[in-house]
């Protein structure tokens, strides 16, 4: 382990915390700047010191980036998080729904373009003479008209 004391706690300098949790840098300097995850001290060279709670709430992060949250509503879980006795788990359900909700508009968006696009896929004789009369091209020109 190649973590740090300071003031007696466990502490990881930026690389170190990037390092052990797969990510970039840049993006631990990204949260920061958006606010949803600050190094809980820096040291007397200025570098910033992550606490293991700091590490815990990277872990936050990264999971709710993989259940498609965005940074904004990171950034409010983690509010209600920090503050959960002030809050209810109908407000978190909410979030959670309005999330929901966007991923299956989505998932029925792609699945228009998947059908849309095989059947201009299958309209397209896919030989090798020249594109200037490609059937998909026409019907991508014919939707933007």
């Known amino acids: 382990m190649f973590s740090i004391s300071y003031l007696g706690n466990v502490m990881y300098k930026i690389g170190q915390l990037a390092k052990l949790e797969a990510i970039s840098v840049e993006a631990l300097r990204f949260y920061d700047q958006q606010g949803v995850l600050s190094p809980g001290h820096r040291a007397e060279n200025g570098y910033r010191l992550y606490s293991e709670e700091d590490r815990k709430t990277l872990k936050f992060i990264q999971s709710a980036k993989n259940l498609g949250f965005t940074l904004a509503e990171i950034h409010e879980l983690l509010d209600i998080k920090v503050d959960s006795r002030s809050h209810t788990c109908e407000e978190v359900k909410t979030i959670a729904e309005h999330k929901l909700q966007d991923i299956q508009e989505r998932i029925r968006q792609l699945q228009r373009f998947e059908t849309t696009l095989k059947k201009v896929v299958k309209t397209c004789c896919g030989g ?17 008209a």
């Open 128 to 144: 090798p003479e020249s594109a200037e009369h490609c059937s998909i091209l026409e019907a991508i020109e014919e939707r933007v």
